[in-house]
């Protein structure tokens, strides 16, 4: 069955970074659109990032553009989130989404930025 295996979350400064990992087993990676979400305490969860199982394209919230980057590496079945410049609003449980037919969905991991 598809797994989405989340890590990389914390305690973060303003301005700081943080790499975001999803492990994914269970099905054919380049088939997929793979993607970030992310949903604040209220609020309803948003896309934050995505790329074809391929890497062929990718797609951001612009209110991430130019500070995230998502990437795949295909070997490992593994997609990143490179978070930099991060701002206090940017604090969310963060998820990863496998897409093709129907959507999978990782359990989750904390970012917080907090001074």
């Known amino acids: 069955q598809v797994q989405l295996v989340e890590s990389g979350g914390g305690l973060v400064q303003p301005g700081g970074s943080l790499r975001l990992s999803c492990a994914a087993s269970?099905?054919?990676?380049?088939?997929?659109?793979m993607s970030w979400y992310r949903q604040a305490p209220g609020k309803e969860r948003e896309l934050v990032a995505a790329?074809?199982?391929?890497?062929?394209?990718?797609n951001y919230a612009d209110s991430v553009k130019g500070r995230f980057t998502i990437s795949i590496d295909n070997a490992k079945n593994t997609v990143y989130l490179q978070m930099n410049s991060l701002k206090p609003e940017d604090t969310a449980v963060y998820f990863c989404n496998a897409y093709f037919i129907l959507h999978y969905w990782g359990q989750g991991t904390q970012v917080t930025v907090s001074s």
């Open positions: 790329i074809a199982g391929t890497g062929s394209f990718t």
């Open positions: 269970g099905f054919t990676f380049s088939r997929y659109r």
